[in-house]
């Protein structure tokens, strides 16, 4: 397990440097003139100058990368005399339209956006497995064509078209939810919960009827083999089939797209914390775009990134608990 262990934490080493890399291509190489790309849309010439300093774009690409990567490790001064900026670690840049340190805006909405991301992964994967095992245990009856017919039906509505509803019902017409105004969990877990309700919901929905599709094939696919067979037949209890043997196997691809998932969500899901105003990691992305603020744009990319690749080397792990032969 130790030696499994190294092998993957080695390969996220290795993908996250590739992946600063193409960022910092992205950014810092293709443009014509980065420090105006990163001043944003409306920049004076003495601004301007004193950005260029700061990113250091007199220096060769490879220092210039050097400083960057090491900068999210150790942090580091940006520029020298004048112009000099002191970024503490870990170091994702300088937001000039926001005139703070990317990383202080990305952890002051993170608490947002993880809120939004882990109360809507548990929905999703509550109502999800329950209807797809249900779903594979009945297969062919009733039962099952009623929730796949119901699960291509919530996954063929977009999340804007999904919040909007429900807006609308639980909202304004029956009032059963405040619209949503985020409540940090330290200061009232009963109103944080109350408040990103509507959001959860509106997740859940798309999601959940994906993972129902992906669970019922999976279950389907395990209860045929020849070893859930051999359990039936020594007697076992079907509950102890079904949980023991045949949910544990099945679980291993439900497992691989919920680690893209979640790590995809707690880096920002932009149009759902557009639509109920949630101060997030996606509004602040959405407003990066609309005024040209190329550092925290970076940042939020290099984020995104790193949750991704962190979730799947969760999902690594967590295959290792479910089925030992990975070790392998």
Same mark, same amino acid.
């Given at each position: 397990m130790i030696l499994y262990t190294a092998r993957r934490l080695l390969g996220v080493a290795g993908v996250l440097l590739a992946i600063a890399a193409v960022t910092f291509t992205v950014f810092y190489v293709l443009p014509s003139d980065p420090a105006a790309a990163a001043c944003g849309k409306s920049c004076s010439a003495d601004r301007l100058e004193a950005i260029r300093a700061q990113m250091g774009l007199d220096q060769p690409l490879w220092r210039q990368f050097a400083d960057f990567v090491t900068g999210v490790f150790t942090g580091r001064t940006m520029g020298s005399g004048q112009y000099a900026l002191h970024c503490d670690f870990p170091c994702l840049g300088y937001s000039y339209e926001n005139s703070e340190a990317v990383w202080d805006l990305l952890m002051d909405r993170l608490p947002v956006s993880a809120s939004l991301a882990l109360g809507a992964a548990v929905l999703w994967l509550l109502l999800g497995l329950s209807a797809g095992?249900?779903?594979?245990?009945?297969k062919d009856t009733l039962t099952d064509r009623a929730l796949m017919v119901g699960a291509v039906a919530a996954a063929s509505m977009p999340v804007y078209f999904t919040s909007m509803m429900l807006i609308y019902g639980l909202i304004r017409v029956a009032g059963l939810l405040p619209y949503p105004q985020y409540v940090p969990f330290a200061e009232d877990p009963g109103h944080w919960a109350s408040n990103l309700l509507l959001p959860w919901l509106a997740l859940a929905v798309l999601y959940a009827a994906m993972y129902a599709r992906q669970s019922r094939s999976s279950m389907i696919e395990t209860l045929a083999e020849p070893y859930i067979r051999t359990a039936r037949a020594k007697g076992l209890p079907r509950r102890t089939v079904v949980v023991k043997h045949a949910l544990r196997a099945g679980m291993t691809p439900v497992l691989t797209i919920f680690g893209m998932d979640l790590g995809g969500l707690l880096a920002g899901a932009v149009i759902t914390e557009s639509?109920?105003?949630?101060? !997030?990691?996606?509004? @602040?992305?959405?407003?990066?775009?609309?005024?040209?603020?190329?550092? &925290?744009? =970076? !940042?939020?990319?290099? @984020?995104?990134?790193?949750?991704?690749?962190?979730?799947?080397?969760? &999902?690594? =792990?967590?295959?290792?608990?479910?089925?030992?032969?990975v070790r392998f």
């Open positions: 095992v249900t779903a594979a245990l009945r639509i109920f105003g949630l101060p !997030g990691i996606g509004r @602040l992305f959405y407003g990066a775009l609309s005024t040209g603020d190329q550092p &925290v744009i =970076l !940042g939020v990319t290099l @984020l995104a990134a790193t949750f991704i690749v962190v979730a799947n080397l969760a &999902v690594d =792990l967590l295959y290792a608990v479910v089925d030992p032969r």
